[in-house]
């Protein structure tokens, strides 16, 4: 994840996670689980004893290489039991992908501690949802994980209900949303702001990234003010700078900086994961926040007038866009507007 590509040069230093941290008995969802940032993460999660490890992946077959990956790991394999590694296929640019993926979780797995939606996209030009026509990266990094989280919130509500722990819903962000472009230009009062991102002649290459990110901060401090953290904990995190493959489908003068600035600064996707590991086994304080470096990152622009008015009108927006995909979703997670 090219996140804080040209912040302050050197990162924090992220310490390992504690050797005490354990998910035995518990059910973990990971998203964008076959490489990166999502690969890592699902590895640690296992090799901290978690029961069943649930991966959504694009590529059915490179989700068995992974599975296989993670049970050949030495650590895990160490264990006195190996965790269970389920395949679901998930394709979060195709709507009818996250739909299904959704509908057989709900059928099909009878409790759920942790969902980490990692999956992200970041390209270059103004492209479409082939199904919806939104444009690609709301599609993909809000609208799709957004849809996830309503879906899939009665399971996570339900099992920490009945096993009196809290569980964990977790969105991949970036401390890049800063740089969005709606601090310098506004969405309209008059303009519906998905309405809007679905404009070519709004689409800029430098901050659309960074937009879908805040959104997604948005979305969680609105859905944070609905949920009592001791059931669920609410929250975002961003992994820092991480060598990744998300920058594959930039311009070549840009991967050719950013390769530059990665091989000087970046974390390995295993120390930046350690974020994801540790915003899904965080305290109450991370409610509804966005985390960075095992610390609470805050956002200006949320709390600026612009911001605070635009988080409520894309928190309504987004619970329509979802009850129109899936009717009574909303209300059987108890999220009304």
């Not at 590895?43 to 991966?55: D, M």
């Not at 919130?153 to 740089?179: E, W």
């Not at 911001?307 to 009108?313: D, P, Q, Y």
Request: glycine share 6%; charged share 20%.
């Amino acid at each position: 994840m090219a996140d804080d590509l040209f912040g302050s040069f050197f990162q924090a230093t992220v310490p390992p996670l504690p050797k005490s941290l354990t998910f035995a008995g518990k059910t973990a969802i990971v998203t964008g689980a076959t490489a990166g940032l999502g690969n890592a993460a699902a590895l640690q999660i296992a090799q901290h004893n978690v029961s069943t490890l649930i991966l959504g992946v694009r590529s059915l077959s490179k989700g068995e290489t992974t599975k296989a990956e993670i049970l050949a790991d030495p650590v895990v394999a160490a264990l006195p039991t190996k965790p269970s590694i389920l395949l679901y296929e998930l394709d979060l640019a195709r709507p009818s992908s996250v739909a299904s993926f959704a509908s057989k979780i709900l059928a099909e797995v009878p409790t759920l501690d942790i969902l980490l939606l990692n999956a992200a996209l970041a390209i270059s030009t103004f492209e479409r949802s082939p199904e919806t026509e939104n444009e690609l990266m709301t599609q993909v990094n809000y609208l799709s994980n957004a849809y996830l989280s309503v879906r899939l919130f009665p399971l996570l509500h339900s099992t920490a209900q009945k096993a009196g722990t809290k569980s964990y819903l977790t969105i991949v962000g970036s401390r890049l949303q800063d740089t969005t472009d709606f601090v310098k230009n506004p969405v309209p009062e008059s303009t519906p702001i998905l309405e809007y991102l679905n404009n070519p002649k709004k689409f800029k290459l430098t901050t659309r990234y960074s937009d879908t990110k805040v959104l997604v901060a948005m979305f969680v401090r609105e859905l944070a003010k609905r949920v009592d953290p001791s059931v669920v904990t609410v929250n975002t995190v961003c992994p820092g700078l991480v060598s990744t493959g998300i920058n594959s489908n930039q311009p070549a003068w840009l991967r050719a900086v950013a390769g530059t600035i990665m091989a000087l600064r970046a974390r390995t996707p295993e120390v930046g994961a350690r974020t994801l590991v540790n915003a899904v086994s965080a305290g109450p304080e991370s409610h509804g926040e966005h985390l960075g470096d095992y610390k609470i990152w805050n956002n200006k622009f949320l709390n600026t007038q612009n911001g605070t008015s635009m988080v409520t009108r894309l928190w309504k927006e987004t619970l329509a866009a979802i009850e129109k995909e899936a009717p009574g979703s909303v209300q059987a997670a108890g999220l009304e507007a």
